[in-house]
């Protein structure tokens, strides 16, 4: 009886706890990546996200000043502590940078030339050497340190220099390079799906065709293109590499989309005297609208979040930064192992296309599902 219309599913269970499944495994990371925004890079480093409500115990290097020795019956000694003049506790020692865990707190350790290092858990160490001491030697420790949630990461993004200016840059490429592909797409659309001429099932395969082929083929010959023509490097050329690249996938939705309109409507228009552009601009496009919003979704994201795309086509120089470019050329360096400033970027960055998407997301499904069922 599953088959019966109106009836309800003996598996939707199976449905709904798989729907859930997916929904945890994509906002685990989601999680995770807030919560790193938050912390300390030590504290990144040292535990996993799903740690940070515990203390984190890590290693710590500290100078003890041989200014501080006093020599007493031939022995030279320094003491002190290793928290100054704040209050933790050590848990394990060491006087070398290859073993800062060798012993634990309280222990006398036998380092070499007969030197010794007592540290106790409160942190007060006592360095005792036979000769005199000329430099500070070093102390290594791990203690554990409290939960360090703060907004320096975002403070560190939104202070630096020019970031203003990278996000009007991020939005110079992003709009252009969303309209233009979509006020070309819109009428290659209609011509494909309404208007018969001689080669159009060629072109219809060519489009599909194009949305498998990897643009990372295309940047050096395109590249090579634009300085011919004058346009290499500059806000120009960027529009129109991101229009070339966006095209096939833009074609491909409307067509489908418009190929569902109802036809009596068209003809009923060319019967009454409307020409092609007329049927397109006064029917066709308004009836489009959310295959349009949902083509503009994906190119708005793809633009705003590009970084291949922008280091190539746009000058290096910080003026003509986007925020990809600004946050991965400046922010990070070129080793980018600060996951803190990192995580942080992600939720900056992301805030424009989350308002865009939440605002047009009602058109998404309906434009997706275009053309899939007659």
Do not use: C
């Not at 995580?343 to 499904?365: C, D, E, G, H, N």
């Amino acid at each position: 009886m599953d088959n019966i219309a109106g009836t309800k599913s003996s598996l939707s269970w199976a449905v709904n706890i798989s729907v859930v499944l997916l929904v945890v495994l994509w906002l685990i990371p989601t999680v995770g990546l807030l919560v790193s925004s938050f912390r300390d890079r030590d504290q990144i480093s040292a535990t996993g996200w799903w740690l940070s409500p515990f203390p984190v115990s890590e290693n710590y290097q500290v100078k003890a000043p041989a200014d501080d020795a006093t020599a007493d019956g031939g022995v030279n000694t320094i003491t002190g502590n290793v928290f100054g003049e704040g209050s933790g506790k050590v848990s394990r020692f060491g006087g070398k940078r290859a073993a800062p865990t060798e012993f634990k707190a309280g222990e006398t350790a036998q380092l070499t030339r007969d030197r010794t290092l007592t540290v106790q858990s409160d942190g007060s160490y006592i360095y005792t050497s036979p000769e005199e001491i000329t430099r500070d030697p070093s102390i290594y420790f791990a203690a554990a340190s409290p939960p360090d949630f703060s907004l320096d990461n975002y403070r560190t993004i939104m202070a630096s220099d020019n970031m203003d200016r990278a996000f009007i840059n991020t939005l110079t490429v992003t709009i252009p390079a969303t309209i233009i592909p979509i006020l070309i797409a819109a009428f290659a659309a209609y011509a494909l799906a309404w208007m018969d001429f001689k080669g159009r099932g060629f072109l219809i395969a060519l489009v599909v065709g194009l949305l498998v082929v990897p643009l990372q083929l295309a940047l050096v010959p395109l590249l090579t293109l634009h300085n011919k023509v004058g346009i290499g490097q500059s806000f120009l050329g960027i529009w129109m590499a991101h229009t070339g690249f966006g095209l096939p996938l833009a074609i491909y939705l409307l067509r489908n989309y418009m190929v569902g309109l109802p036809r009596d409507i068209i003809e009923s228009a060319k019967v009454d005297g409307a020409t092609d552009f007329q049927v397109f601009t006064k029917i066709v496009l308004p009836l489009s609208f959310p295959a349009l919003a949902s083509f503009a979704i994906f190119q708005f994201l793809w633009t705003w979040n590009d970084l291949l795309v922008a280091k190539v086509f746009l000058p290096s120089n910080s003026e003509s930064w986007v925020m990809t470019v600004k946050i991965a050329d400046d922010l990070l360096g070129s080793k980018g192992g600060d996951w803190g400033i990192l995580a942080a970027a992600a939720f900056i960055s992301i805030a424009v296309p989350l308002i865009v998407f939440f605002t047009m997301q009602r058109y998404l499904v309906r434009g997706l599902l275009a053309g899939s069922v007659k």
